[in-house]
């Protein structure tokens, strides 16, 4: 979908049949949620999402029988595919041959190989990408920052401020080995830093295209219009090349977040933008993540509409003056990192729900067992903030 507004002038980048940069329509993208390697269903999501618009299609892939799934995958697909790496980038090798985009997390990147610097990794990565006719993005996440990147005292906003240093850092860096064919996200659950850090990327690097998106926006309509508050004041602004609005849906619901971006793309196109400036989160921000081919046990999406029923009679309460943040993630891989900056946060297992207050690991608790242990939880939360 065309976008009137001028666009920055960023360079163009290939992602199989469709390119993004250089004036190109914003190009829309969603992810399976299936296992990968049930290959017939998530070739049929590929498909499915295709059809409702998606230029572009996320497949998780954390081991070799995934990787072996993917090249089934891709022949029966037409969908342009980008694999996430996780914590073991070295699967780019077996992954690049069947997909058009390996997204790298500067933060994860520490997690193998310890002795070998993040350039070597990098450097190994591009050339992968480089021989397999790959594109890039340097996904920078606020919920995963690397390393001795959190000590940063520059700026009003330390985790804004690394996570812009990581991405402009990852930027020149693939720069330096000439490789031009890859994008950049800098993202977090708070639309305000995705407003802010995009904004202060595209300043200093007006070249590099952007791919928008708020992570773990949560489950329609709140994180909608999360999304709505980050992205369309940046896209009228001319900032995006692409974007995704991530939201905690089941699978077969995941033409969805097609669909919000198109709703975007509309709104952007006839001036009907939400304005930031308005916007505040409720008392309650619940920020869950999407769900992916990694969630460990099917009843997480539930888990997270019940949690949120459950705690209407909070969101109504206003003798509570603080806002509560409660994050909900759907697997181990993501979830001890991105509960940490959440008032209260639970990442689920296979069998458990593991239950945090801040950093600190509270206990694990049965999916039956866990949303009673959190209303206790939030009672006495509700009680510290009204003293
Ligand atoms: S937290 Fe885990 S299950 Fe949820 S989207 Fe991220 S990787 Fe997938």
Known sequence: MEILSPRKPTREVQ??????????????QSMAATKTTDVEATAKTCERLRLAGAGLVRVAADSRRDAEALQAIRAKTTANLVVDLQENYRLAELVAPFVDKIRYNPGHLHHAEKEVSWQKKVAWLVDVCHKNACAIRI????????PNTENTQDGDNPMLRCALDSALKHAAFVDSLGFTQFCVSIKSSDPRMVVEANRRFSELRSDIPLHLGVTEAGMPPEGVFKSRVALEPLLSEGIGDTLRVSLTVPNERKNWEIEAGQEILRNVERGTTVSL????????????????ARVEN??????????????????MDSSSRKTLTIAVMGCRVNGPGETNHADLGLWCGPETVHFKRGEELLDRYSYGEIVPRLLDEVTHFVDTATE
């Open 15 to 28: 992602i199989g049949t469709a390119s993004i940069g250089h004036g190109q329509p914003v190009l829309l």
């Open 139 to 146: 996904g920078v996440n606020c919920g995963s920052l690397g």
């Open 277 to 292: 400036a308005n916007w505040k989160p409720s008392r309650l921000n619940i920020v869950s993540c999407p769900s992916c």
């Open 298 to 315: 099917e009843r997480f999406i539930a888990l997270a509409e019940e949690i949120r029923a459950a705690m209407l009679p909070f969101n």
